[in-house]
């Protein structure tokens, strides 16, 4: 984030079940704040739909993928 030049995008992603989405955006937020940056969520989504997220088993809800602006 700190490479990222002021209204540049940064895109990521997780693609593993044992990083919650909750966590994920976690993570992302912490890093905007060590790095002293304002972020603007673009787009946040899941894994496509032929690959389901069912409720209660969590290793179905593995893929997070994320873009930000950064002010």
């Given at each position: ?26 993570i ?5 704040k ?36 950064l002010?």
């Open positions: 984030m700190k490479l990222v030049k002021k209204g540049g995008f940064l895109v990521t992603a997780s693609c593993t079940n044992l990083v919650p989405p909750e966590l994920f955006l976690q992302i937020g912490m890093a905007a060590d790095a002293k940056r304002p972020i603007r969520q673009v787009c946040f989504r899941a894994q496509a739909a032929d690959h389901p997220i069912v409720w209660h088993m969590d290793n179905t809800n593995y893929l997070k993928f994320l873009i930000i602006e002010g």
